[in-house]
Nanobody, 124 residues
């Protein structure tokens, strides 16, 4: 198990910014690709971004490219999601997840470990 705890969610006006953090327990953080997903009410959980295990490669869903940045600090066992220019359609519960998959996995079933989620609400 890789316990994951998200923080940093909240209420923000459109155009604003938030930074989500996800802290992992254990010594194996560097073995995992780390992803962020989100789930809006009545919708499927969707991929947002992923960062590779150690070389910093990233991938994003099209709707957040240029606005969101994923990063990780392996010395702190933490992954971040910097979200700028937030829009009401970004409103969702955001989850971080850990994957032993190679590369930059974007499918939910490649992720074995999930956090409890943090709510992000963007008002218009």
């Amino acid at each position: 198990q890789v316990p994951l705890v998200e923080s940093g969610g909240g209420l923000v006006q459109a155009g604003g910014s938030l930074r989500l953090s996800c802290a992992a327990s254990g010594r194996t953080f560097g073995s995992y690709a780390m992803g962020w997903f989100r789930q809006a009410p009545g919708k499927e959980r969707e991929f947002v971004a992923v960062v590779s295990r150690s070389d910093g490669r990233t991938s994003y869903t099209n709707s957040v490219k240029g606005r969101f940045t994923i990063s990780r600090d392996n010395s702190k066992s933490t992954v971040y999601l910097q979200m700028n220019s937030l829009q009401p359609e970004d409103t969702a519960v955001y989850y971080c997840a850990a994957s032993l998959g190679l590369g930059l996995p974007s499918r939910r079933d490649y992720y074995a470990h999930w956090g409890q989620g943090t709510q992000v609400t963007v008002s218009s």
